[in-house]
């Protein structure tokens, strides 16, 4: 009786062994979330790229064990892997691998036939045992590119037709509409920027004096060149002399100014200092100031 009870224990365990393989994945390891097949099955002739997609979630630590994915170029059955890509990421302690699969059909019949995408099965490696899971093959009806028993192709060939043409009338307005705002921008980048004089409006007062104030070396001896150029620029505008106790007469006149009142009086007040007062200036120092000046009054007088 015990000889009998050892020998049902250990054909039990043999049973339990073939019912669970070892290498096979359990649902709760690993489990097919999602199969993406092709659109349609039928129709399908020689060189159709048909793509499958494979989404499968692991527990984490594994991963897909790249060694034992199916080989791009190999050729089963006429079909022929093109290309496949694998994408990992992770969620909740879980791993999600995506399998993209692109197979082209490379076979040839005289009728149609039913074929196949290969079942492919994927190992898992990281943990602490073995793990594969198998994604089922995928049938579809081949169809041959002409009918079974023709003697003569000839007669059988279709006749050529032209392309559809594409209406470009849309685009060409669109084109023209971009060219035209870039040709605008581009002016008026140049108008902003630009110290030329060759453009309409570009050679105002200040324009003239900020080119003039660029070209003076930045020591004191450039000092007094420097107040001229300015002075110079006010007076034109102005119509005669202009004196620090006329400015606001003169923004009046001129409001496209005001916006640096405080800047002009500013400058009349160093002017007075440089010309009557007994404190040198720093040369550099207030030559830059008068020439960045300049390149804002420049700006007012072109409206920008």
Partial sequence: MKNLTIKLIALFSLFASFAIPSGMAQAEDAKILNIINPSFSNGIQIGDLLKRTVIIEVNAPYQIAKTTLPMKGELRNGIELADISV??????????IAIALRYQVF?????????????????????????????????FWFSP??????????????PQFAPTLIDINAHHTKFLLSLALFITGLLG?????????WLPFMNGEFAQAHRSLKKLPSNEAAEKNALVYMHQAFNNIYGK???????????????KFSILKIEIVHFFEQSNASLFGSQPQNGEHFIKELIALSKRLRDCERGV
């Fill in 189 to 197: 980048l140049i108008y902003i920027n630009a110290d030329k004089r």
């Fill in 145 to 158: 590119l002409v009918a079974e028993g023709i003697n003569n192709a000839k007669e059988n060939l279709q």
């Fill in 107 to 139: 076979t040839s019949a005289a009728k149609p036939i039913v074929m196949q995408l290969p079942a492919e099965q994927f190992a898992f490696t990281g943990g602490a045992k073995a793990l594969s899971i198998k994604v089922p093959a995928w049938r």
């Fill in 87 to 96: 994408q990992t990421s992770r969620k909740n302690n879980k791993n999600i």
């Fill in 241 to 255: 002399n202009l004196f620090a106790d006329e400015v606001v007469q003169f923004l009046a006149n001129y409001p």
